[in-house]
């Protein structure tokens, strides 16, 4: 009977430290929000923020409470938050695991904004917002997608990775863009279209729209965008693209041998407009050495970079990602 009672006592212990831990954390994720919302005030006079964006859209971070094991999830980089929604209610519902969709300071604002945060700011935000979790979970999964995924390998690569994290899931990674930024001149064609346009042309921010008339609709990736301008944003900071490729050189300047033995999900289609895949799958089988699943849609599916997106008709096979995605954390947290 005692050690009935005394297991009793460590369980409601051990219940209400867990329950008092992701209260402080909720309270420390409403603080760091509060604090890029004035940062974000600063930049623009008072004219944007977290919570005023047009279309009343928000870039708030998102927690959902569920058992002592997370997901960090990190989104792209023209989008909120909310882009990774759908995927973090299915690993909730069915797995019961706590989902955290941090938010990097720069990503997904008004152009204004994206033009003052870089790749330090953003490789900072990725290893403060896996530090914020560590105290709370007895494990962490980190789910990437897009530029957010590629941010997460620079982390993963590095020496300050937390023991707690367990596994790690790759979705459409940007390592390295789509073949049309091939090298011209010692430099790619987007960066030299880039400086024409900043420096020639003084054009500092370019429309979706304006970019899909002139490409006549043909980058399909830009449809989900601007399909839903509540998640992205929908103009292009030039400034902002010269700095992604940061991340392509930060990823190429990684050491061969430094590689990661997380578990890795790595899930790509092959008609994706905006990085090159093969670049990505080189990647992947050279650094991490044990990549338990792949989810690979062949180009005749035609799907875009967004297969993240719950959208029946321009990716009808995002329920099939998620369950794999349910069942690569399912036997790896």
């Not at 219940?15 to 919302?37: G, R, Y």
Request: charged share 25%; hydrophobic share 40%; glycine share 6%.
């Amino acid at each position: 009977m005692k050690s009935i009672l005394a297991l009793s006592s460590i369980f409601f212990y051990v219940s209400v430290s867990f329950a008092t831990c992701t209260d402080t954390l909720q309270a420390d994720i409403k603080k760091l929000s509060n604090e890029i919302h004035a940062e974000y005030l600063g930049h623009t006079k008072g004219k944007h923020g977290i919570k005023n964006f047009e279309q009343e859209r928000t870039n708030e971070a998102l927690f959902i409470e569920g058992d002592d094991k997370v997901i960090v999830m990190f989104h792209g980089f023209m989008a909120s938050p909310r882009e990774m929604l759908p995927l973090a209610k299915s690993i909730h519902q069915e797995l019961g695991h706590s989902v955290y969709i941090p938010m990097i300071r720069g990503f997904g604002a008004v152009s204004e904004i994206n033009d003052k945060y870089n790749f330090d700011h953003w490789r900072l935000g990725v290893s403060q917002n896996i530090a914020l979790v560590t105290k709370c979970f007895s494990s962490i999964g980190v789910i990437g997608y897009s530029i957010g995924a590629g941010m997460l390998v620079d982390h993963l690569l590095s020496d300050k990775l937390s023991p707690k994290v367990k596994s790690v899931a790759l979705l459409s990674p940007f390592f390295k863009g789509h073949s049309w930024q091939a090298p011209a001149l010692g430099t790619t064609v987007s960066k030299s279209v880039l400086n024409l346009m900043r420096y020639v042309l003084r054009v500092e921010r370019v429309k979706l729209t304006t970019v899909d008339k002139v490409v006549r609709g043909k980058y399909k990736d830009l449809q989900v965008l601007i399909d839903d301008p509540d998640t992205y944003t929908q103009s292009f900071s030039v400034i902002s693209g010269k700095a992604l490729m940061d991340i392509t050189k930060a990823l190429k300047d990684k050491d061969r041998d430094i590689t990661s033995e997380l578990p890795t999900f790595l899930a790509y289609s092959k008609s994706d407009q905006t990085i090159s895949w093969r670049f990505a799958r080189r990647y992947v089988d050279r650094h991490f050495k044990q990549v338990d699943d792949t989810f690979i849609l062949e180009k005749d599916l035609a799907i875009p970079h967004e297969i993240v997106v719950p959208n029946s008709e321009l990716n009808p096979t995002y329920i099939e990602l998620y369950q794999r995605i349910n069942a690569f954390l399912s036997r790896t947290m």
